[in-house]
């Protein structure tokens, strides 16, 4: 038998397969020219010493530019930040490299020796008064994941002059934690017909029936992403924070890219790799130029690949608590993409920066005045034309432009739409509640706060309508309550 | 279990379940569905005006001849008033193209359409036999596909049409946008998921089948019993379209919305204005006064590695200088006559077309 098997590594250089080497020219680092090189990063070698400013580069150069409300220079003395920094925090690598960098170079250097320059020089001084981290915990909504709050909280607490801030994804639905981010709405708050669960005003039933409602396991992790999203972002403007950073590393990002365009999220896509978000009780004007609210949304790993995102905790000894992965079905375009792009990176090792730097080239097709009021993405006109001419659903004539003006689609981004209806291949009703399943079936969609305030008011459904249609709160609380289910309920039944 | 009415028209029993959306629906609703998106599709962009004549690219297979019979049915229910041909290339291709043009000359009968065939061996001098045992599998699909889009600009030329139209279908097209965010092909992610393309000086040409589902066209050829070719190349597939190809039938089991999700996402974004700026002009071959972004077209480049023996002077920058370094063309070099649009080809493009 061994005479047809043989043993692979006795064989001779010349019966085996040649392969390709994973670095181009040298083993000496290129950076320095004299160590022996310790990384491959897509075949360029680099050691130990070389890597750490490598990384520090990448980072500042991804995020100092648009520290300043107006960009005016990368240089560290010219850095003044409107606001308060919040750092997203999932226990996860990426996260964990964050909060190890923004430590590092915020806070860590400031009063060191090293540092040239006189005890004045601007470099000493910190860039961000405030740094907050904030955790958004899932475990409640999913049974089979633990707790890690504790642990993160201990993680963060490794770094001094960072406070911790703990949110539940299930606040997304919970008018108290809206009061307390919503700003100038609290004052308004008792008026906002924003319950919509029929007597369950329990934010984890009401987190749980809306997902529930969602027709694919794909839906249901598209909408823990976006929730995750606009609570951060929400939580940032509480604590009146200009920048909110993600760990989002290269690899992830143009993950996240492929995944929200097979997703219909093209018209967005470009601003995934960075986002200015304004709250919609933020009262701006074409002419405001100063800072007054907005919360800019950086990703400053988006250069540092998985990679070296990993070699950075290993040299660094980080010690990273570990993001639990949502107990949902593995078929869902987010995994599937997850596990495409990273089989393609090990073949075709430029393929994530390729990906990353051809989104960056990219701007929405036309323009839109609008926000979604689920993700708060600017939507497209006539996407439910579109979608009515390319798929037909139904041979009944169009609908009358009343039933339209008080359909939830006009109010939604085409990615929303395509969340909240587009069925899997498998199942035969819209409904399908994947690992969320309870016997009493869904009777009714519930909303985030903000969405249900933005329906309810008209509040930032479109940045110029938004002084106008605040005028609706004349209305009874009935006759918005009944306005909303209207709105919510042709997703309710199977079509 | 009764049998389930179709979602359509709630009437007759619904046989099978529509891919794009999940519906369950009856045989004639199936057809009706079908045929008015591609109708929509045609409408919504103005392709056609009455009186175009219009040569519907034929290779033998199911999306072509599906287009050659829905673009018959439609033409007579909505009177477009279209003038239709079929046009095939002969790749050169024995024991593939050879009796995939047996099935579009049965098509030709069956349809009562003019039918013209131009070969690659008329054209260039070379069929893909002689081009694969000149250089192997590998890149043979560039020189396939480079030729046969100027193959059926010259065919369209022959018979004076205003307008060619292909059987792309959403697949390749969601396929196509995937791939070139990939590849980094800005310019073809630009223009990608246009229904319609147009150079100065080439005839319009355009894909009604752009929002079709793969599996609904084989659907349609299966009930209505069209005779097609359904046999894949024998040159094998581009490796790397594969993998697209793999993880967009994935997406699609997943969510069989993904398709024209991605189409929609395609449509939905255009390069910034600044990056457009840096890219190339279009201009006119020098040597056969096809459509190009160079001084010679990618056909001429290919023709001139193939004639010289230099294969890879048209693929790789290496093959590029390996050419130059041999000096200037030679005179007696075999070229690809002078392409010389048909006089009675208007320019205007609506403008949802764009």
Known sequence: MSEFCGNPAAETGEALMPTKPKFDRTRTCVKCKTNSGNLVIRHSVYCRDCFTPLITTKFRQALEPHINHVSTGPRRGALKPSGGLLVAFSGGMGSSVLLDLVHRIYCANVGSDELKGGREHPRRSRVWKRIHVCYVKTSDVFPEINDQTAQIREAVARYEGCEFIPVRVQDAFDRSWWERVSGDAASSSAEIPVDLNDGDSEPIAALKAHLRALPTPTATQSTLSTLTRLLLLYTAHSIGASHLVLGTSLTSLSISLISSISQGGGFVVPQAIQEEWISPFVKRTPETTSWSGEVRLIRPLREVSLKECTAWVWWHQLSVVGKQRVPISERTIGSLTKDFIIGLERDYPSTVSTITKTVGKLAPKGKSGMRCVLCELPTQQSVQGWKARTSIHSFADAPSPADVATSLPIYLCYSCQTTLTSKSSRSTTSLNSGSLSTTSAPDAMDLPTWAAARLAFGVGIGEEQSATTSTSTNETRESRQSLIKSLVGEFLLDH | MAPKSCALCQNAKAILRRPKTGQQICKDCFFRVFETEVHNTITEAQLFKPGDRVAIGA????????????????????????????????????????????????????????????????????????????????????????????????????????????????????????????????????????????????????????????????????????????????????????????????????????????????????????????????????????????????????????????????????????????????????????????????????????
């Not at chain 2, 046009?87 to 009562?112: A, F, H, P, W």
Request: net charge positive; proline share 3%; glycine share 6%.
């Open chain 2, 59 to 354: 290779s033998g297979g199911k999306d072509s001849t599906v287009l050659a019979y829905v673009m018959k049915t439609l033409n007579e229910r909505y009177q477009y008033g279209l003038s239709l041909f079929l046009l095939s290339i002969d790749e050169g291709i024995t024991g593939y193209r050879d009796n995939s043009l047996e099935t579009v000359k049965r098509n030709q009968q069956q349809y009562d359409m003019p039918l013209k065939i131009l070969s690659y061996d008329e054209l260039y001098g070379w069929t893909m036999d002689r081009v694969v045992s000149t250089i192997g599998k590998k890149n043979n699909c560039t020189f396939c596909g480079v030729f046969r889009r100027q193959a059926l600009d010259r065919g369209a030329a022959s018979l004076c049409v205003d307008h060619i139209v292909t059987g792309h279908n959403a697949d390749d097209i969601a396929e196509t946008v995937l791939m070139n965010i990939m590849r980094g092909d800005i310019a073809r992610l630009g223009r990608c998921t246009a229904i319609c393309t147009q150079g100065e000086d080439t005839i319009r040409r355009s894909k009604p089948f752009k929002y079709a589902y793969e599996k609904e066209i084989v659907m349609y050829a299966y009930f209505k019993k069209l005779d097609y070719f359904s046999t894949e190349c024998i040159y094998s597939p581009d490796a790397y379209r594969g993998h697209a190809r793999a993880f967009l039938k994935d997406l699609e089991a997943a969510r069989p919305s993904a398709i024209i999700d991605i189409i929609h996402s395609g449509e939905a974004f255009e390069v910034k204005d600044e990056v457009r700026a840096t890219q190339k002009t279009q201009q006119t071959c020098k040597r056969c006064g096809y459509m190009s972004s160079n001084d010679l077209c990618k056909a001429c480049s290919l023709l001139e590695g193939l004639e010289r023996g230099m294969s890879t002077a048209a693929i790789s920058d290496k093959g590029r200088r390996k050419l130059e370094a041999e000096g200037p063309a030679p005179n007696n070099l075999r070229t690809i006559p002078y392409f010389r649009p048909p006089t009675t080809v208007t320019i205007e493009v609506p403008a949802a077309s764009q």
